[in-house]
């Protein structure tokens, strides 16, 4: 053993079942850099082995047991060492005794609930992870090892298109459609612009996509706006009666689902801006919130059984209101 008992005599080591075969996804971390990670579904079993290596083979090791958690959190930045834990499961691996030699232990976390995706923000941070904990009498020897949870959603295809207006009185009036209010993430915004009076002389305008992430509660509530995608729309003077096509491609842009009132303490919103800039750099705003969802038809293929009964957890409502509508309909006939 070490001197004093100090530093580690053992390493431990977190290995999933299905590490060769399971699917990684990027996820942003912090600092901002992207990391793969494995990628995991509600109702998904989470299992694997925790490998306890010893540095000294055949002397004792003593330990007041092994454990092995599952853990769900949200971390707020300006509360930091305060974490927010929404699934906390733990499984006994090992009573305390002691080691003569490594040793290996199996466990299992069936069916885990995982309900929101995970998330890196500018104020909030939410994660999902394995720590393995070896009791020790000074300190204990734990492992960590992050995995990221994509959460798929249906839409019912009743999906209403969205119209607006910008107006000044006797200068300017634009009527502007998209053709649907909720998007997948890879999903193409098409809409048209309609110039029905143009009195002031509008030298630039674009559609920005902004992202609007809210955390806290009360006093202390935090927005931060991020400016995701920008699309020029024209550059020069629209002429009364002008109309101009918009397609706004998702896929490029780094996005995830919106999210309301996660476990009541983040949100993340989602904003198409209209911005109009005269000649004398005046600028005009309307803005309209959308919908960002995860499409969970494509992933399906290569998703696995238990991934396919959680997404089917989604679908069930908008499922029993189409199929309520269509009795009602065939009924009528």
């Known amino acids: 053993m070490s001197f004093f008992g100090f530093g580690q005599s053992a390493d431990i080591d977190i290995v999933l079942n299905d590490a060769e075969t399971r699917k990684k996804a990027e996820h942003k971390s912090e600092d901002g850099r992207k990391d793969k990670y494995f990628l995991f579904y509600d109702g998904e079993t989470v299992s694997g082995k925790v490998n306890v290596t010893l540095k000294y083979p055949g002397k004792r090791f003593e330990h007041s047991g092994l454990k092995v958690e599952f853990i769900g959190q949200i971390e707020l930045y300006y509360d930091r060492g305060n974490h927010h834990e929404f699934v906390s499961l733990?499984?006994?691996?090992?009573?305390?005794?002691?080691?003569?030699?490594?040793?290996?232990?199996?466990?299992?976390?069936?069916?885990?609930?995982?309900?929101?995706?995970?998330?890196?923000?500018?104020?909030?941070?939410?994660?999902?992870?394995?720590?393995?904990?070896?009791?020790?009498r000074l300190n204990d020897i734990s492992k960590e090892l992050d995995i990221v949870v994509h959460t798929l959603s249906t839409y019912p295809e009743l999906n209403s298109s969205i119209k607006m207006e910008v107006g000044i009185e006797d200068c300017l009036h634009i009527e502007f459609e998209y053709n649907k209010s909720k998007y997948h993430l890879k999903?193409?915004?098409?809409?048209?612009?309609?110039f029905l009076l143009v009195r002031i002389k509008i030298r630039h305008m674009e559609i920005d996509i902004i992202k609007r992430e809210t955390t806290g509660t009360g006093p202390n509530v935090y927005h931060e706006n991020d400016?995701?995608?920008?699309?020029?729309?024209?550059?020069?003077?629209?002429?009364?009666?002008?109309?101009?096509?918009?397609?706004?491609?998702?896929?490029?842009?780094?996005?995830?689902?919106?999210?309301?009132d996660v476990n009541k303490k983040f949100s993340v919103r989602y904003y198409l801006n209209l911005v109009l800039i005269d000649e004398e750099e005046r600028r005009y705003f309307k803005q309209q919130e959308i919908t960002l969802w995860r499409k969970g038809d494509i992933v399906r293929k290569s998703m696995s059984h238990q991934a396919i009964i959680a997404s089917q957890r989604f679908e069930g409502s908008s499922n029993q209101e189409k199929n309520h509508t269509q009795s009602n309909e065939e009924d009528d006939s």
């Open 90 to 136: 733990v499984k006994d691996l090992a009573r305390p005794g002691e080691l003569t030699q490594s040793q290996t232990f199996d466990f299992e976390f069936t069916h885990v609930e995982k309900p929101y995706e995970s998330y890196t923000g500018q104020n909030v941070k939410l994660r999902y992870f394995l720590r393995a904990t070896v009791g020790r």
């Open 187 to 194: 999903d193409v915004i098409v809409g048209k612009i309609y």
């Open 227 to 260: 400016t995701v995608a920008k699309y020029e729309i024209m550059d020069g003077a629209p002429v009364r009666g002008e109309s101009i096509p918009i397609r706004l491609f998702l896929a490029g842009y780094d996005m995830t689902p919106t999210m309301r």
